[in-house]
């Protein structure tokens, strides 16, 4: 694995942007753009990514993005990458769709599916904050059980979409997750991604401190906990071969991993939750992990 010493120097995110203290969002953006390099072409619906970009006339980001409506990501993607098909730049510049979970796994999930049936050559990344954190934080397809936000004010009932599987069964050559409390992972994945040829899909879950009622300095406490729970683990699947991540290896044994209510109850989010829906959760983490070890054996 790269270590932080080994990491670009230079900054594609321009200092001074309008996202909130702690958001992890903007270290998932930073730290991707470090591995993908100037020769990028980034588009992004309507989302909270629109808001660190600026308004209309400025981009605090090197290199060049397009805003596109919340719906039409991977369509997006597809002309871009078509037109640079055309002009034989293909490739040597890399193109990369940038969604929250509102715009990948409920409003942008079609153009996403069409692109990758396609098989357009792309990355979309997916930073999962579970709901429409920039419109004031409404429930998504990615809200996990038991979450307050505006519209499930007694929590939400119901498991999260689970779009790596979803992209998995499109035969997406290289399918993974991540977080941004695990930067160096995260930058290898995508320097990764980069380098195969054909769509390629990154689910990143992002702690949102306004969103998740946590202070911003935990944003990579939170993060590291739903690691370290097994709620979030992460893993790679290339040419639908499974391989756990490092940082999440241990946790194949139960006895390494923290017990969820340290993940819980340091959220305001989950603060009226029920003691049914935490021993849910431990019997959904309990069964994920059966799972991963049966696709590890394979």
């Known amino acids: ?24 969002m903007a270290l998932i953006y930073r730290i991707a753009l470090k591995a993908l390099g100037k020769n990028t072409i980034i588009t992004v619906p309507a989302s909270c990514l629109t808001v660190l970009h600026g308004m209309q006339g400025f981009c605090t980001t090197k290199v060049s993005v397009l805003h596109t409506p919340f719906a039409t990501t991977g369509a997006s993607a597809s002309g871009i990458v078509a037109s640079l098909e055309e002009k034989g730049l293909d490739k040597d510049i890399n193109v990369v769709a940038f969604a929250g979970d509102g715009g990948t796994v409920d409003i942008g999930i079609q153009s996403l599916s069409g692109a990758v049936e396609r098989g357009t050559n792309f990355i979309f990344a997916c930073y999962d904050n579970e709901a429409y954190m920039n419109t004031g934080v409404q429930r998504s397809g990615s809200t996990p059980p038991g979450a307050f936000s505006t519209t499930t004010p007694d929590g939400k009932t119901g498991y999260k979409k689970n779009m790596p599987k979803i ?13 941004s409390s695990y930067p160096l992972d995260l ?11 054909g769509p390629k899909y990154i689910h990143i879950l992002a702690p949102c401190p306004p969103g998740w009622g946590y202070e911003p300095k935990d944003s990579i406490k939170i993060g590291r906990l739903a690691v370290q729970t097994g709620f979030w683990p992460l893993y790679e699947v290339i040419e639908g071969n499974f391989q756990l991540s490092k940082d999440s290896k241990r946790f194949l044994d139960p006895s390494k991993r923290k017990p969820i209510e340290e993940y819980l109850t340091i959220q305001k989010r989950f603060r009226n939750i029920s003691e049914e829906i935490i021993v849910n959760y431990r019997e959904y983490i309990d069964n994920l ?7 590890i054996k394979e």
């Open 1 to 24: 694995m790269v270590n932080v010493l080994e990491l670009p120097e230079e900054e594609f995110i321009y200092p001074g942007t309008r996202a909130c203290a702690g958001c992890s």
């Open 167 to 179: 992209l998995e069964a499109h035969g997406t050559p290289y399918v993974a997750t991540a977080i």
């Open 187 to 197: 930058y290898e994945k995508f320097s990764k991604a980069k380098n195969i040829y």
């Open 289 to 295: 992990w059966e799972e991963i070890k049966k696709r």
